[in-house]
């Protein structure tokens, strides 16, 4: 039997835990190419959407996040500067997903 979910906090570990298990047993039945790295940040960013234009800010925010990878510090690969964005962007909050 599961032990019951009570909070969030308790939920993305839950999640974290059961895709990097999945991951796992991919590269050992499957094949996947492994990853030496985290698969998951330490922690996550939890906030309340308030607004419409501080829905699109984020819906902006995670279209035009992964196309970044390629200046990402933590990107194996990476050759460029890193290039930040102005907190007027994405509003004032720290985006962390």
Not at 18 to 39: A, C, D, H, S
Not at 48 to 61: A, D, H, K, P, S
């Amino acid at each position: 039997m599961m032990k019951q979910i009570r909070g969030l906090g308790q939920y993305i570990s839950w999640f974290k835990r059961m895709t990097t298990n999945e991951y796992i047993r991919g590269v050992k039945q499957n094949g996947w190419p492994r990853f030496n790295g985290k698969l998951w940040q330490r922690n996550y960013y939890e906030h309340i959407v308030r607004n419409e234009n501080e829905l699109n800010r984020i819906r902006q925010y995670i279209m035009d996040n992964p196309l970044k990878w390629a200046l990402d510090r933590e990107n194996p690969h990476h050759d460029a500067q890193v290039v930040r964005e102005s907190p007027e962007q994405y509003g004032n909050e720290l985006c962390m997903i």
